[in-house]
């Protein structure tokens, strides 16, 4: 079993930034693919951007690309998505997700999630 809690949501304007941080206890950190997805209000759950255990694969929806940085540190057991030039769209909960294997980006392939922050970003 791994337990994931994300942190560093809030409140942020148009055009600033914010650093999510998601904590994984309970097994290895090793071998586990990561992810961030986000639903925003009456929307589905949606892609973000995932990382390989090694760090070294990182994917990204089209939406982000560019903007978002997915990065991980295996010895802290933590992953980290830097958003930057965020926009009103981007509010939304975001969660992170594991899963045991190679990076996958559907959200049906992940096993462990976190229960979420809210980012909201002000016109």
């Known amino acids: 079993q791994v337990q994931l809690v994300e942190s560093g949501g809030g409140l942020v304007q148009a055009g600033g930034s914010l650093r999510l941080s998601c904590a994984a206890s309970g097994r290895t950190f090793s071998g586990y693919a990561m992810g961030w997805f986000r639903q925003a209000p009456g929307k589905e759950r949606e892609f973000v951007a995932a990382?390989?255990?090694?760090?070294?694969?990182?994917y990204y929806a089209d939406s982000v690309k560019g903007r978002f940085t997915i990065s991980r540190d295996n010895a802290k057991n933590s992953v980290y998505l830097q958003m930057n030039s965020l926009n009103p769209e981007d509010t939304a909960v975001y969660y992170c997700?594991?899963?045991?294997?190679?990076?996958?980006?559907?959200?049906?392939?992940?096993?462990?999630w976190g229960q979420g922050t809210q980012v909201t970003v002000s016109s």
């Open positions: 990382i390989g255990w090694r760090g070294g694969d990182t």
């Open positions: 997700a594991a899963r045991l294997g190679l990076v996958r980006t559907g959200r049906d392939e992940y096993d462990y």
